[in-house]
């Protein structure tokens, strides 16, 4: 174990080490000579950010910014805008159009978040177990449909699940003709799908990031617990998900965010039809913003789906936070390279 | 969420961290918290008054000059053979011309125009998403005066005009002042594989009353009658228009597409044309998984030789093989529109150009060449079909232009229409809700459209 210790580097996770950001930063600094130069040492790091930050500032906090600002007013893009008050969040909220496609979004954060995970970890946990060859290719594979342009995922699944599509034509081929139907078009089946889609873009992700995690698992917990005569179903209970936790925690903040905010899957397969079977809440943010030129009301909208987005995020993170110290500084190195990889794509 | 885990605690400490930024960046942005657009003026001044066609020397008089175009990806064909020709005609004016794709070109022409640098010759959309609110902010120079100077007001395709006509605050369209002008027309129709037809004994259908007969007998015959893609939502709209217009005047239907008040579209024609809609999926006339094709899928499936019948326009002709399929309307006359208008921008510096090369659109010579690149045009004198599917395709809009059932698509009376209707539409042909219901629900939408726009 102590061995990993160097490897973090930079001394800001050293055992013992406080937690708090505060603490990390002026800890060099005390061995500075004077204030003059603490100050400027201070300004000049911040140069080094400087760039970064600018980006943020400019490409992220503005436009948010100015999201919340016309969120107050009715506004078109072009001529001046008339105060609205609340009135743009209380259309929000009154909105049947949006309830029903607030539902469809729970539906489809089964299918975008728990069935990923599950999967990922079901995967995972056999990979554990299991030595596999060449496992580097296993992995690249897996996490494919993640680097793949949404649209190009959109259009391989219309095709896959078109009424005369390779699906159908398996589900006959095996005798089970009479499910067949045209998958995106269907009122019944059109959620369900897409959702189904969501599933297979996220679940190489889940995969990795689990694989990256169980990397980092003492080998010898997993004999001691073989010792004890744990099978492996307990044992994947009682090292491995355990041991995963802050995995899974940004698992699902992933695909949790990918779930809620998720428009070009839908908007690439069925535009939220049939009817209004598909519709989610970002799919109304573009219609009002691009479409309505209802700038206010679409940035209401934007700003409500973003605290949503924040509340689920937070509870998760509440739920799954980590009580037990030692072994978190393996799983945590772990997850910051899998999400490199993940910013990568 | 970086910084969330690299603080290592498991606390959502960023959270506070993220309303703070947020905070910070709604301070940033409001400021002076004056309302967003303020401070934007209208550009007015500057504009020449065409009284007569511009004329090479007028032109001359710009100096060297660059006229800067945005155009639709679909005008590439034709724009090859007419920016040449403008260029040779005026040689002081370069053409710089951006092309975009239909959808690119109505989510961002909008922004363009009311930039600082606008281009001084695009095109917009006929309602109000991209037409009403150029109107609305003054973006785009009035035409009246160039198409009295050049005579588009009484040749052939004046009619043609209407949709590009609007009333001062663009709020209602259809009649008033010219802001934009479209060489390019478009029909609706059916389309017929001839060899299937005569494999089932079958006759080319004139009218809907003879589509009504065939449907049964291909169906009974084991083909698919309708080859249709909706997924979409719009390729039923079209098919419904058809049905709808043979049942009410066309001037009522422009009128309600205008949103001229007082209007509705709960009628019984509309109400019949949609349960005639929902008969005809119900009979399996549009074979089934509709919803789960795309129309472009559905079209190409169709040239291939699946479906008897395909009901769509002349913007769908281009792919099909003149050998193989023919074409005719509906309706007498048949219903159709233009395509997307073109407009001079309120604040161009080379008005003259943008007008003489509006003028070069709108001419005998350019209208061949648009049939000729799988289009029809707006002025179809002299002009010829190169096959058998062209001249049958024109031949209907000619009727179409005499008849004056230019009616528009249903799509332009709201910005949301399309989403509406199309959603709407797909429910009916399911069964699951009635011809009634779905005329209630889009005259809803027309509703709150009037209050919104």
Redesign the interface.
Same mark, same amino acid.
């Given at each position: 174990m102590s061995t990993a210790a160097p490897t973090t580097g930079r001394g800001?996770?050293a055992p013992g080490a406080p937690?708090?950001?505060n603490g990390r930063a002026h800890r060099p600094h005390r061995r500075l000579p004077s204030r003059s130069s603490l100050s400027s040492y201070s300004w000049s790091s911040l140069l080094y950010v400087a760039p970064a930050l600018a980006f943020f500032?400019v490409f992220v906090?503005?436009p948010?910014?100015?999201s919340?600002?016309?969120s107050f007013?009715a506004?078109?893009?072009?001529?001046?805008?008339?105060?609205a008050g609340w009135g743009n969040y209380t259309a929000v909220f009154t909105d049947s159009r949006l309830r029903a496609a607030l539902l469809h979004s729970l539906v489809l954060l089964f299918f975008y978040a728990v069935l990923p995970v599950c999967t990922g970890l079901l995967l995972a946990g056999a990979m554990s177990r299991i030595r596999v060859y060449g496992l580097t290719v296993f992995r690249a594979v897996l996490f494919l449909p993640q680097i793949l342009s949404s649209v190009v995922v959109a259009v391989a699944w219309?095709n896959l699940?078109?009424?005369?599509g390779p699906v159908n034509s398996v589900l006959r081929a095996v005798g089970l003709g009479r499910f067949t &139907?045209?998958?995106? !078009?269907?009122?019944g089946t059109?959620l369900p799908s897409i959702g189904t889609i969501g599933a297979w873009v996220e679940y190489g992700l889940c995969m990795v990031l689990f694989l990256s995690g169980i990397v980092g698992i003492d080998r010898s917990t997993y004999e001691a617990a073989r010792l004890d005569g744990a099978g492996p179903v307990r044992e994947f209970f009682a090292i491995t998900l355990p041991a995963l936790r802050?995995q899974i925690s940004?698992a699902l903040?992933l695909t949790i965010t990918f779930a809620l905010r998720n428009f070009d899957l839908i908007w690439n &397969?069925?535009?939220? !039809?049939?009817?209004?079977s598909t519709t989610v809440p970002s799919l109304y943010v573009y219609?009002d913003a691009?479409?309505?030129?209802?700038?206010g009301r679409a940035s209401a909208l934007a700003i409500v789906l973003t605290l949503v987005i924040?509340v689920v995020?937070?509870a998760v993170?509440?739920a799954l936070?980590?009580?037990d110290v030692p072994r978190?500084r393996f799983t945590?190195q772990g997850?910051?390279g899998s999400?490199c990889r993940k910013a990568q794509s | 969420m970086k910084s969330a885990r690299r603080e290592g605690s498991g606390r959502p400490r960023f959270v506070s961290g993220a309303a703070a930024a947020v905070a910070l960046a709604a301070v940033l942005v409001c400021a002076g918290c004056s309302p967003p657009g303020a401070g934007k003026s209208a550009v007015a001044g500057g504009q020449i008054a065409i009284t007569d066609p511009v004329t090479t020397a007028q032109v001359a008089a710009l100096g060297d000059v660059t006229l800067r175009m945005w155009a639709d990806q679909a005008e590439k064909p034709l724009m090859k053979s007419v920016i040449p020709a403008f260029e040779k005609q005026y040689p002081n004016v370069k053409v710089d011309i951006t092309y975009k794709s239909f959808d690119d070109l109505v989510a961002t022409v909008v922004n363009a125009a009311s930039g600082s640098n606008p281009p001084d010759l695009f095109q917009g959309n006929i309602g109000y998403a991209v037409d009403g609110a150029l109107v609305k902010a003054k973006l785009v120079r009035p035409l009246d005066d160039v198409a009295a100077a050049y005579g588009w007001i009484t040749g052939t395709g004046a009619s043609t005009l209407a949709p590009a006509r609007w009333n001062g605050s663009g709020t209602a369209f259809g009649a008033g002042n010219l802001y934009g002008m479209s060489p390019i027309s478009e029909v609706q129709g059916i389309y017929y594989n001839k060899a299937l037809l005569k494999k089932l004994g079958l006759r080319a259908p004139r009218s809907l009353k003879d589509l009504e007969e065939a449907l049964p007998a291909v169906r009974k015959a084991g083909e698919q009658p309708i080859m249709l893609g909706n997924s979409d939502q719009y390729a039923a709209t079209h098919i419904f228009s058809d049905l709808a217009v043979t049942e009410q005047k066309p001037a009522a239907i422009r009128d309600w597409i205008g949103g001229k008040a007082g209007t509705s579209f709960v009628t019984a024609g509309n109400e019949k044309a949609a349960d005639t809609m929902a008969d005809w999926a119900k009979n399996g006339y549009f074979g089934s998984g509709y919803d789960g094709l795309s129309n472009e899928d559905a079209v190409s499936r169709f040239a291939r030789g699946s479906g008897v019948f395909f009901v769509g326009g002349s913007w769908n002709g281009a792919t099909l093989d003149p050998a193989k399929f023919g074409f005719g309307a509906l309706t007498t006359g048949g219903a159709g529109a233009t395509a997307s208008p073109w407009h001079i921008s309120a604040s161009s510096k080379v008005t003259p150009a943008a007008v003489a090369f509006l003028a070069a659109l709108h001419t005998p010579k350019t209208g061949q060449e648009i049939l000729d690149t799988g289009r029809l045009p707006v002025v179809t004198d002299g002009v010829k079909g190169g096959n058998s599917l062209q001249s049958q395709t024109l031949d209907a809009l000619k009727r179409t232009i005499a008849a004056g059932t230019q009616v528009g698509y249903y799509d332009w009376s709201a910005t949301d229409m399309l989403t509406v209707m199309g959603g709407r539409l797909q429910e009916v042909m399911a069964g699951r809700t009635s011809g009634a219901d779905f005329t209630k629900a889009v005259q809803d939408a027309w509703l709150r459209a009037r209050r919104t726009q």
């Open positions: 800001s996770t937690a708090s950001g500032v906090l503005y948010i910014g100015v919340v600002w016309y007013y506004y078109d893009g072009l001529t001046q805008g008339t105060p219309r699940l078109a009424e005369d &139907t045209s998958w995106l !078009g269907d009122f059109a802050a940004i903040i &397969t069925t535009r939220g !039809g049939p009817g209004t219609q691009f479409q309505n030129r209802l700038l924040l995020v937070v993170q509440l936070r980590e009580r978190r945590r997850t910051r999400q | -």
